[in-house]
């Protein structure tokens, strides 16, 4: 059974930084892609960052490139999500999840865990 506990989102002002992190139970972390995705209640879950198993490619939603930086420590089994210069429309619940694939998916169908949330709030 894989297990994913997010961690660290808060309230926070715009203009200021975040990091979140996910912890992955579990031996095998180091072959999973992970993503990031978040949710407004009423809408859609959308893929944010996402980082492959291998290689550690990543790839980021064009709302949030050049701002958000995704990254894995596989000694410990953790991915994380440096938001900087945040906004208020970066309000959102933000899951992560894991994909036995080798390439980052935008869709959420295509990951298999999920964590439970965290809430990152943006006050303007």
């Known amino acids: 059974q894989v297990q994913l506990v997010e961690a660290g989102g808060r309230w926070v002002q715009a203009g200021d930084s975040l990091r979140l992190s996910c912890a992955v139970s579990g031996r095998t972390f180091s072959s999973y892609t992970m993503g990031w995705f978040r949710q407004v209640s009423g809408k859609e879950r959308e893929f944010v960052a996402g980082v492959t198993s291998d290689t550690g490619n990543t790839h980021y939603s064009d709302s949030v490139k050049g701002r958000f930086t995704i990254s894995r420590d596989n000694a410990k089994n953790t991915v994380y999500l440096q938001m900087n210069s945040l906004k208020p429309e970066d309000t959102a619940v933000y899951y992560c999840?894991?994909?036995?694939?080798?390439?980052?998916?935008?869709?959420?169908?295509?990951?298999?865990?999920w964590g439970q949330g965290t809430q990152v709030t943006v006050s303007s």
């Open positions: 999840a894991a994909s036995t694939d080798s390439v980052v998916h935008t869709t959420r169908l295509l990951y298999r865990y």
